[in-house]
């Protein structure tokens, strides 16, 4: 699916049977156009070029369709294609699939504009496979986007080499689906089991973050061009529009069907309608009820049952702070504690029986003595004390 004007409100669509139809939003109508001949296997990339339709079947046959459905031009890009897609910038289209290195076609001439060289063999010597799921032209960089089933994504740069001049791994499984963001340098990436993470071109190898809530394969991601927004779909049946500064998700639609493909228009009206529902919400109960306060809706007639702020911090009665010891006290409350701990410590006396129990484990000891208590002094005014108790 592509879209058919710019003003967003015509879609093309690419039916499995080779079918294009043009689908109207504003009068919810859908025509059929034309049906792609030639070549075998469905139609794998639609480009809208001013008023010509560029079309690419599965076996390679590439067309070119004027205003009154006719052919105005047709060539052969190679066999097994999975991906064709235009450039926004100049009358170039990139074309690759399976077995099929990523190339570059003018539209004007039908011509080969440029063709990719597959990467070095592995450390084993074996050739590394093509296998390409989609790429894109990166506008504002003259570099283009590649996609493999190899978990794998390789930026080209045609002007410098014919190779990659910089490849980012995305997890362990093929990645379905690629898309651009409202920044220049960052793009989405989707897999097969779900997974969705957004890439910085620039200097980031990992994934700067991932998207949760998709169960199963993405088969379709798109990102809105001005605002931080990206809606993708997949064979869970459910469509989701995720905000890729917050990293959240925005909406969630079940649609019921195994979905293929998703189209984000620039003018958000879906979004836009709900806000001004929301609001106009909001204005209409604080219209009904009166004024809004922390505690709820009161009509303006409440006001002498209303506590002003002012009257409440006078009632409250102010919360007596403890006083905070000096460093003199807290010297004298550690002497006091280590006294006591002092004085617990001569308090412990060991038992008799434990004594004895250890002298006779000794073979060398032959007599066992029995420790003589010491008298502990007393002090001068107990002693005293027990005089003046005699005499009475």
């Given at each position: 699916?592509?879209?058919?004007?710019?003003?967003?409100?015509?879609?093309?669509?690419?039916r499995?049977?080779?079918?294009?139809?043009?689908?109207?939003?504003?009068?919810?109508?859908?025509?059929?156009?034309?049906?792609?001949?030639?070549?075998?296997?469905?139609?794998?990339?639609?480009?809208?070029?001013?008023?010509?339709i560029?079309?690419?079947?599965?076996?390679?046959?590439?067309?070119?369709?004027?205003?009154?459905?006719?052919?105005?031009?047709?060539?052969?890009?190679?066999?097994?294609?999975?991906?064709?897609?235009?450039?926004?910038?100049?009358?170039?289209?990139?074309?690759g699939?399976?077995?099929?290195?990523?190339?570059?076609?003018?539209?004007?001439?039908?011509?080969?504009?440029?063709?990719a060289?597959?990467?070095?063999?592995d450390?084993?010597?074996?050739?590394?496979?093509?296998?390409?799921?989609?790429?894109?032209?990166?506008?504002?960089?003259?570099?283009?986007?590649?996609?493999?089933?190899?978990?794998?994504?390789?930026?080209?740069?045609?002007?410098?080499?014919?190779?990659?001049?910089?490849?980012?791994?995305?997890?362990?499984?093929?990645?379905?689906?690629?898309?651009?963001?409202?920044?220049?340098?960052?793009?989405?990436?989707?897999?097969?089991?779900?997974e969705?993470?957004?890439?910085?071109l620039?200097?980031?190898?990992?994934?700067?973050?991932?998207?949760?809530?998709?169960?199963?394969?993405?088969?379709?991601i798109s990102?809105?061009?001005?605002?931080?927004?990206?809606?993708?779909?997949?064979?869970?049946?459910?469509?989701?529009?995720?905000?890729?500064?917050?990293?959240?998700?925005?909406?969630?639609?079940?649609?019921?069907?195994?979905?293929?493909?998703?189209?984000?228009?620039n003018?958000?009206?879906?979004?836009?309608?709900r806000?001004?529902?929301?609001?106009?919400?909001?204005?209409?109960?604080?219209?009904?009820?009166?004024?809004?306060?922390?505690?709820?809706?009161?009509?303006?007639?409440?006001?002498?049952?209303?506590?002003?702020?002012?009257?409440?911090?006078?009632?409250m009665?102010?919360?007596?702070?403890?006083?905070?010891?000096?460093?003199?006290?807290?010297?004298?409350?550690?002497?006091v504690?280590?006294?006591?701990a002092?004085?617990?410590?001569?308090?412990?006396?060991?038992?008799e029986?434990?004594?004895?129990?250890?002298?006779?484990?000794?073979?060398d000891?032959?007599?066992?003595?029995?420790?003589?208590?010491?008298?502990?002094?007393?002090?001068?005014?107990?002693?005293?004390?027990?005089?003046?108790?005699?005499?009475?």
């Amino acid at each position: 699916m592509i879209w058919n004007d710019d003003q967003q409100t015509e879609i093309l669509i690419a039916r499995m049977n080779r079918d294009l139809q043009l689908y109207d939003i504003e009068q919810n109508e859908q025509v059929s156009i034309l049906t792609v001949t030639g070549g075998t296997g469905p139609i794998k990339g639609l480009h809208k070029l001013d008023e010509k339709i560029v079309t690419c079947v599965e076996s390679g046959e590439l067309q070119v369709w004027n205003d009154k459905s006719e052919t105005v031009s047709e060539w052969k890009c190679g066999p097994g294609v999975a991906v064709m897609r235009g450039s926004e910038e100049k009358p170039e289209i990139v074309t690759g699939g399976m077995k099929n290195l990523l190339k570059t076609w003018n539209l004007e001439t039908g011509q080969q504009v440029w063709s990719a060289k597959n990467v070095p063999p592995d450390m084993l010597g074996l050739e590394i496979p093509i296998m390409i799921t989609d790429a894109r032209f990166i506008p504002g960089e003259n570099t283009i986007l590649e996609a493999t089933k190899l978990h794998e994504m390789r930026v080209y740069d045609p002007r410098a080499q014919r190779r990659p001049v910089k490849k980012i791994v995305f997890m362990e499984n093929p990645i379905m689906c690629t898309s651009l963001t409202n920044k220049t340098n960052q793009i989405l990436a989707a897999n097969s089991i779900g997974e969705m993470g957004l890439f910085d071109l620039r200097s980031k190898v990992h994934p700067m973050c991932k998207f949760k809530g998709q169960a199963g394969s993405i088969r379709s991601i798109s990102g809105h061009p001005t605002m931080p927004l990206a809606a993708s779909v997949g064979i869970d049946r459910f469509l989701r529009v995720h905000d890729l500064q917050t990293r959240k998700m925005v909406h969630k639609i079940y649609c019921k069907a195994r979905l293929n493909r998703v189209l984000l228009r620039n003018e958000l009206s879906i979004l836009n309608d709900r806000k001004s529902a929301a609001k106009k919400e909001i204005d209409e109960d604080e219209a009904e009820y009166g004024k809004m306060t922390e505690d709820g809706y009161r009509s303006e007639g409440d006001d002498d049952d209303v506590i002003e702020e002012d009257d409440v911090w006078d009632v409250m009665e102010p919360v007596a702070k403890k006083k905070k010891m000096s460093h003199d006290d807290v010297e004298i409350v550690e002497e006091v504690e280590n006294q006591k701990a002092k004085r617990k410590r001569k308090a412990v006396v060991v038992p008799e029986e434990e004594i004895k129990e250890e002298v006779e484990s000794d073979d060398d000891v032959e007599e066992i003595q029995k420790p003589s208590p010491k008298k502990t002094p007393k002090s001068g005014k107990k002693v005293l004390l027990k005089k003046k108790a005699r005499k009475v």
